[in-house]
């Protein structure tokens, strides 16, 4: 009995090797598929030994936000820094912000995260790290803004249906000295100054608190350092090579020297 082929199969094997997909092309739908959920070309792998983590956005907690807002899901940021702390190839983690703030529970998620890792950790802070940004820019093991780049400071807020009662003003009282402890405990700024911009009035339009620019949470100690990408390598790479780290100095121009 004879066994007849399907073209498909025949087609495959007349097609020369110039014409079948490459491992590259094979690989492009992944490639793809991790800008488009993670915002990233690539997840924790042996190379490089640096990780990059992107939080862009809005902090997207346990509800999900409109279609049309960006943001940055905590249940998939969470997964990628368990990778990369399990990953012996990488070193170090930098973490990029441009965040408009979000959910507070999701916020500290990723900030206890942050700061919980066992790797050099550095952060920067472009355009803005506002709101429950500032817990996850200050986990870092060092902290650099953009001098152009804000931070606000303000109380927390609930959203929803709200209940008159003491027990609900307590749960938000209880719930913003979270935010104060946990940003007190990893920067230099004082319980007191950050409580003093927090609930600062006349600062921001129809609301409590205060922007805070990059040279200004330099010198609250909100920050380490002002500086970009370059810097923020180049700390990452001294802080894996185990060389001490040194406080910034801020210079006469008003820049920072090391």
Not at 14 to 31: F, R, S
Not at 145 to 159: G, V
Request: charged share 15%.
């Amino acid at each position: 009995m004879e066994y007849n082929r399907s073209n498909s199969e025949s087609a495959n094997e007349e097609l020369n090797p110039a014409e079948k997909p490459g491992v590259n092309e094979m690989m492009a739908p992944t490639a793809i598929n991790a800008l488009k959920e993670l915002g990233q070309t690539v997840v924790p792998s042996g190379e490089p030994d640096i990780f990059c983590l992107t939080i862009i956005g809005q902090i997207e907690g346990h509800i999900v936000m409109p279609p049309h807002n960006k943001t940055t899901k905590y249940e998939h940021i969470i997964p990628q820094l368990v990778a990369a702390e399990q990953n012996k190839g990488i070193k170090g983690l930098l973490i990029i912000l441009n965040t408009v703030g979000g959910d507070v529970e999701a916020g500290l998620a990723i900030a206890e995260m942050i700061a919980s890792l066992s790797k050099p950790t550095v952060t920067v802070v472009i355009g803005g790290g506002h709101s429950i940004g500032v817990p996850i820019a200050v986990a870092s093991s060092y902290s650099i803004i953009a001098e152009s780049a804000t931070m606000t400071i303000h109380p927390i807020r609930m959203n929803g249906l709200i209940i008159g009662v003491p027990q609900t003003f307590e749960y938000m009282e209880k719930m913003q000295e979270r935010v104060v402890k946990f940003v007190t405990s990893h920067s230099r700024i004082t319980e007191g100054q950050f409580k003093s911009l927090m609930f600062q009035t006349g600062e921001l339009n129809r609301d409590i608190g205060t922007a805070v620019g990059g040279l200004d949470a330099v010198k609250y100690g909100l920050m380490d350092e002002v500086g970009g990408i370059g810097a923020a390598l180049k700390r990452l790479n001294d802080m894996i090579a185990g060389q001490d780290v040194m406080m910034p100095v801020v210079g006469v121009a008003g820049g920072l020297t090391q």
